[in-house]
Every structure is written in C-alpha cells, then in structure tokens.
C-alpha cells in the first residue's frame, strides 16, 4: 500500500518567514494530493491540493510543488502569520485505483509574533 | 445540518465495554472513513467503506468492527473496548477526492 513521509514534524518560524513541509510517496500511481490544515482541537480541513497532471498551484500564501518523478510534494507558506500556526498534514491518493488517502504523520507549525 | 456530524463528541468508557460512535454525512458521498489521531501518528485509517454494504480494513483494524447499511451512515464499533484505544476518532467522507471530517469524538478508556 501507499506510505506517506512528512518533514519536518515540528517547524518554529518567525512572523513574515516562510514556511516548507515536505512530503514523499511511495506508490507511483497516486494522482491526488491533498494538504490539511488542523487547528487545536478542530477537525482537519482541506486547505489546498494538486492533482498529478500539474506541477504547481498556488491560492495567495500558499503552493503546492510536485514532483512526479522523485514522488515528492511541499506546501510552501509565505509570509507566515500566527493564525497559520496549527498542525499540517499532506496525503496521497489514487494509487491502483484506490481512492483512500494516505496521510503523513504531521507536521506541527509554530509561528512566532 | 448539512455535513458530516459524529456523536458523542466525549465519550469515557470502561475497559471491555462495547462502545459505538456514530458517523451521519447528508451528502450522499460514496466513500467514507474512520481514522484514529495518536500524538506522533498522525491520522491512522482504521476502516473505509467505499459504498453502502461495502467495507474493508484499514491499517489499524483490530478490536473494531463496521457496517453501512445506509449510504449516509457509518458507525464504528469497539467490541471490547481497551485503553490502547483511547484516542480522538474522526470520521470523513469524500465523493471521491477531498475528504470531510466530521468534528472527531474524544474516545478515554479508563
């Protein structure tokens, strides 16, 4: 089945940085990939995604790379604010026609003021 | 409501009890999940049912049972509840594609 790495688990940044989580996947037939953003205590919601037919995608602070070939995919955030603080994470989808998402183990985004 | 709705949102129980949590979705979508959320493993699939009468095994299946009678509903069953299964349980459905999440039960076994 599809295995998900995310890294880091834990990144601390200052207001105004920027911020990258990395996910790799190992199933080559995944065409879907989802990033959720769980704030404390909520439910995790879907903040943007990438299907495999496109290398980049961007919604105002946030993109999301992908990288077919090395099976890889990252959620870039600029100009971080403190409200982005809460946990991420990416999933994979679509792999031998399964369209049950895999998800990596999270990462936990601090943003300092 | 519209959406996906879990009860009960708390729930403590007694080791070896049966407990059941509930799972209601209004749209109609086709597939739905359970996952655990453990400190330090993120969200773990325990059972996924792609359609009503169909279901299958997760990652993390045992000490659990399922059934979707219904497209619009999915519970999820701890025969005999143990503390290992203390944890935040969401459930979600997806059509397929982006997956909802309901607003997660907080499962304590003591």
């Known amino acids: 089945g599809e295995n998900v790495e995310q890294h880091p688990s834990t990144l601390s940044v200052q207001e105004g940085d920027s911020a990258v989580i990395k996910c790799t996947y190992s199933?080559?037939?995944?065409?879907?990939f989802p990033w959720y953003k769980q704030e404390l205590g909520k439910r995790p919601q879907l903040i943007i995604d990438?299907?495999?037919?496109?290398g980049e995608k961007k919604d105002q602070r946030i993109a999301v790379t992908l990288n077919k070939t090395a099976k890889h995919f990252s959620l870039h955030i600029t100009e971080t604010q403190p409200e982005d603080s809460a946990v991420y994470f990416c999933?994979?989808?679509?792999?031998?026609?399964?369209?049950?998402?895999?998800f990596g183990r999270g990462t936990s985004l601090i943003v300092h003021p | 409501d519209a959406g996906i709705t879990q009860s009960p949102r708390y729930k403590i129980t007694e080791t070896g009890r049966q407990v059941t949590l509930m799972c209601h979705q209004t749209?109609?979508?086709?597939?739905m999940f359970w996952y655990r959320q453990d400190l330090g493993h993120g969200l773990r699939l325990i059972y996924y049912?792609?359609?009503?009468?169909?279901?299958d095994k997760g990652e993390v299946p045992d000490g659990y049972v399922v059934s979707r009678s219904k497209t619009e509903n999915f519970p999820l069953t701890l025969e005999s509840a143990t503390r290992s299964q203390t944890s935040v349980y969401f459930c979600?459905?997806?059509?397929?594609?982006?997956?909802?999440f309901g607003q997660g039960t907080r499962l304590t076994v003591v």
């Open positions: 979600a459905s997806s059509d397929p594609g982006e997956a909802f």
């Open positions: 199933d080559s037939a995944s065409n879907y």
């Open positions: 990438i299907r495999s037919n496109v």
């Open positions: 999933a994979a989808t679509g792999g031998g026609g399964s369209y049950i998402p895999t």
């Open positions: 749209w109609s979508h086709s597939y």
């Open positions: 049912s792609a359609a009503a009468d169909i279901t």
